[in-house]
């Protein structure tokens, strides 16, 4: 136990020693279908090779609000290491992102039940899109600032992941390196912000054909006030998922998945802002589609709920 602990205190000491500023990584409210995108240590963890779409459109009718793409695909190399690969386009005003990011876990069997802790790391390549003529601006000098066109940053970060067959908990940082991003605020490129996400869930089987599952995605950003969703989630006869959140002091979301067959999963998410935001828009989308390549040897026995 002490050594988890050593391991969870690292992460954080890790994330809160660089103080840097900027615009926020890209958010999901369906956080428990693709936690490979802000922790590595969950590639793999399917146990076969799963492959992920995402879209989420923002506070649909602001001009410029968010949107993001996500595919990401990863598969077991064996019993005990995981490989993936996760690209996210994200568009925000006048500033387009890409980023593409390889994902490495190795896991951990830590008892006779099967537990396993994973240790993950990912790298790869951030490009940054600024096109000062797209948009409206409270500073109309800002429509003359010179483009900035594919600059590339580096990203490296890492995260451990513990799970069993009912429960998971992971601590990541995504990023450790200074980099750059467009801050809506400031209207201007600014210094990014370190991530500390912490992730968590319990799936609980109340009969043979209801699962329940309470979970939590927290992320802290230097600098910015913490971020906290909590959700609770029903699995219906392995088919139906039908789920409820709130993002403190930000939005309550309604949460749809269908199981269509063992293979193909699907899900969609309404945000309903509790902000003054709730005034000009109306409201967050995101869909998402999954495919699971399984054989006879990694056949799925009932779908797993995160």
């Known amino acids: ?9 690292l992460f954080i000491m890790l994330s809160l020693s660089t103080i840097i500023y900027s615009q926020q990584d890209p958010q999901y409210t369906q956080y428990s279908n693709n936690p490979m995108t802000v922790n590595a240590g969950y590639t793999g963890s399917r146990g076969h090779t799963a492959a992920l779409a995402l879209y989420r459109s923002q506070w649909v009718g602001i001009e410029g609000s968010p949107r993001t793409i996500n595919f990401s695909i990863d598969s077991p190399l064996n019993e005990y290491n995981g490989i993936g690969l996760s690209i996210i386009q994200d568009d925000l005003g006048p500033s387009q992102e890409t980023y593409i990011d390889g994902n490495y876990a190795h896991h951990l069997i830590v008892n006779s039940d099967g537990d396993k802790l994973a240790f993950g790391l990912k790298g790869g390549l951030r490009f940054l899109n600024i096109d000062w003529s797209k948009g409206i601006y409270k500073d109309p000098d800002v429509a003359f600032n010179e483009n900035i066109n594919s600059k590339v940053l580096p990203t490296v970060g890492a995260g ?3 799970y069993t ?6 601590l990541s ?15 201007s490129e600014a ?20 699962k329940f599952k309470p979970s939590f995605f927290t992320k802290y950003v230097s600098g910015s006030p913490l971020s906290v969703d909590a959700s609770i989630n029903f699995l219906i006869h392995e088919t139906l998922n039908l789920g409820v959140s709130y993002r403190w002091d930000d939005s309550v ?5 269908l199981q269509v067959s063992p293979r193909i999963n699907i899900g969609y998410a309404y945000d309903y802002a509790t902000t003054n ?9 995101e869909i998402f589609f999954r495919y699971q390549f399984t054989s006879k040897k990694t056949k799925i026995k009932s779908p797993r709920f995160f």
């Open 165 to 170: 067959n009912n429960y998971f908990l992971g």
């Open 277 to 285: 935001l709730n005034n000009y828009n109306s409201g967050s989308h």
């Open 191 to 210: 210094n990014e912000r370190t991530h500390l996400y912490l992730i968590g869930g319990y799936v609980f089987i109340l009969n043979p054909n209801l």
């Open 173 to 187: 940082v995504p990023n450790i390196f200074k980099g750059s991003h467009y801050s809506e605020i400031k209207e």
């Open 160 to 162: 451990v992941f513990y």
């Open 1 to 9: 136990m002490n050594t988890y602990k050593n391991i969870f205190s």
């Open 253 to 257: 979301n309604a949460l749809l998945g």
